[in-house]
Nanobody, 126 residues
Framework: QVQLVESGGGLVQAGVSLRLSCAAS?????VGWFRQAPGKERDFVSG????????NYADSVKGRFTISRDKAKNTVYLQMNSLKPEDTAVYYC??????????????????????WGQGTQVTVSS
Protein backbone atom coordinates (compact mmCIF):
# COMPACT_ATOMS: atom_id res chain seq x y z
CA GLN A 1 0.00 0.00 0.00
CA VAL A 2 1.34 3.41 -0.98
CA GLN A 3 -0.01 6.74 0.18
CA LEU A 4 0.75 9.93 -1.71
CA VAL A 5 0.26 13.44 -0.42
CA GLU A 6 0.63 16.41 -2.74
CA SER A 7 1.28 19.98 -1.67
CA GLY A 8 2.44 23.27 -3.09
CA GLY A 9 -0.43 24.31 -5.33
CA GLY A 10 -1.90 27.78 -5.35
CA LEU A 11 -3.07 30.79 -7.29
CA VAL A 12 -0.31 32.60 -9.15
CA GLN A 13 0.16 34.99 -12.01
CA ALA A 14 1.50 33.94 -15.38
CA GLY A 15 5.25 33.83 -15.59
CA VAL A 16 5.98 32.91 -12.01
CA SER A 17 7.10 29.59 -10.54
CA LEU A 18 5.64 27.01 -8.21
CA ARG A 19 7.05 23.83 -6.76
CA LEU A 20 4.80 20.89 -6.10
CA SER A 21 5.74 18.15 -3.66
CA CYS A 22 4.59 14.55 -3.50
CA ALA A 23 5.42 12.74 -0.28
CA ALA A 24 5.20 8.98 -0.63
CA SER A 25 4.84 6.37 2.06
CA UNK A 26 5.76 2.94 0.85
CA UNK A 27 7.94 1.68 -1.94
CA UNK A 28 7.43 2.94 -5.46
CA UNK A 29 9.21 2.32 -8.75
CA UNK A 30 7.97 5.26 -10.74
CA VAL A 31 6.28 8.46 -9.67
CA GLY A 32 4.36 10.54 -12.14
CA TRP A 33 2.62 13.88 -12.17
CA PHE A 34 -0.63 14.26 -14.05
CA ARG A 35 -3.04 17.14 -14.38
CA GLN A 36 -6.70 17.51 -15.11
CA ALA A 37 -8.43 20.68 -16.17
CA PRO A 38 -12.22 21.05 -15.88
CA GLY A 39 -14.01 19.03 -18.53
CA LYS A 40 -10.79 17.46 -19.80
CA GLU A 41 -9.03 14.15 -19.42
CA ARG A 42 -6.26 13.55 -16.94
CA ASP A 43 -2.99 14.07 -18.80
CA PHE A 44 0.58 13.08 -18.11
CA VAL A 45 2.89 15.92 -17.15
CA SER A 46 6.10 14.28 -16.03
CA GLY A 47 7.49 11.18 -14.37
CA UNK A 48 10.63 9.89 -12.73
CA UNK A 49 12.06 6.42 -12.36
CA UNK A 50 12.81 6.26 -8.65
CA UNK A 51 15.82 3.98 -8.91
CA UNK A 52 17.50 5.03 -12.13
CA UNK A 53 16.36 8.63 -12.11
CA UNK A 54 15.26 8.67 -15.72
CA UNK A 55 12.61 11.23 -16.48
CA ASN A 56 9.91 11.90 -19.01
CA TYR A 57 7.96 15.05 -19.86
CA ALA A 58 4.94 16.04 -21.85
CA ASP A 59 5.84 18.22 -24.80
CA SER A 60 3.75 21.06 -23.39
CA VAL A 61 5.98 21.40 -20.32
CA LYS A 62 9.43 20.53 -21.66
CA GLY A 63 11.92 23.23 -20.83
CA ARG A 64 9.65 24.77 -18.18
CA PHE A 65 9.01 21.97 -15.67
CA THR A 66 11.59 19.84 -13.90
CA ILE A 67 10.92 16.71 -11.91
CA SER A 68 13.28 15.51 -9.21
CA ARG A 69 13.36 13.16 -6.25
CA ASP A 70 14.78 13.19 -2.75
CA LYS A 71 15.33 9.61 -1.75
CA ALA A 72 16.00 10.48 1.89
CA LYS A 73 12.64 12.21 2.17
CA ASN A 74 10.81 9.81 -0.15
CA THR A 75 9.51 12.87 -1.94
CA VAL A 76 9.19 13.86 -5.58
CA TYR A 77 9.13 17.49 -6.65
CA LEU A 78 7.78 19.21 -9.73
CA GLN A 79 9.39 22.57 -10.28
CA MET A 80 7.16 24.58 -12.57
CA ASN A 81 8.63 27.71 -14.13
CA SER A 82 7.20 30.23 -16.55
CA LEU A 83 3.68 29.18 -15.71
CA LYS A 84 0.94 29.85 -18.24
CA PRO A 85 -2.83 30.09 -17.83
CA GLU A 86 -3.14 26.80 -19.73
CA ASP A 87 -1.24 25.11 -16.91
CA THR A 88 -4.27 25.63 -14.70
CA ALA A 89 -5.50 22.26 -13.45
CA VAL A 90 -5.64 19.92 -10.53
CA TYR A 91 -2.27 18.23 -10.32
CA TYR A 92 -2.09 14.63 -9.18
CA CYS A 93 0.83 12.57 -8.06
CA UNK A 94 0.74 8.87 -8.93
CA UNK A 95 2.86 5.83 -8.17
CA UNK A 96 3.65 2.77 -10.23
CA UNK A 97 4.92 0.00 -7.94
CA UNK A 98 5.67 -2.54 -10.65
CA UNK A 99 9.27 -3.41 -11.43
CA UNK A 100 10.54 -2.40 -14.87
CA UNK A 101 13.90 -3.35 -16.28
CA UNK A 102 16.35 -0.54 -16.97
CA UNK A 103 16.52 1.69 -18.82
CA UNK A 104 12.95 2.65 -18.00
CA UNK A 105 11.33 5.94 -18.83
CA UNK A 106 8.07 6.68 -17.01
CA UNK A 107 4.93 5.80 -18.88
CA UNK A 108 2.42 8.49 -19.78
CA UNK A 109 -0.65 6.28 -19.41
CA UNK A 110 -2.80 6.65 -16.30
CA UNK A 111 -3.53 2.91 -16.33
CA UNK A 112 0.11 2.18 -15.53
CA UNK A 113 -0.14 3.83 -12.13
CA UNK A 114 -1.48 2.01 -9.11
CA UNK A 115 -1.88 4.70 -6.48
CA TRP A 116 -2.97 8.31 -6.66
CA GLY A 117 -2.88 11.31 -4.40
CA GLN A 118 -5.81 13.58 -3.69
CA GLY A 119 -4.60 16.34 -6.00
CA THR A 120 -3.56 19.95 -5.55
CA GLN A 121 -5.05 22.89 -7.43
CA VAL A 122 -2.82 25.11 -9.54
CA THR A 123 -4.43 28.22 -10.95
CA VAL A 124 -2.49 30.57 -13.20
CA SER A 125 -4.03 33.93 -13.96
CA SER A 126 -3.15 36.00 -17.01
Amino acid sequence: QVQLVESGGGLVQAGVSLRLSCAASGRTFTVGWFRQAPGKERDFVSGINWRGGRTNYADSVKGRFTISRDKAKNTVYLQMNSLKPEDTAVYYCAADVAYHSEPYYPDHRTAMYDYWGQGTQVTVSS
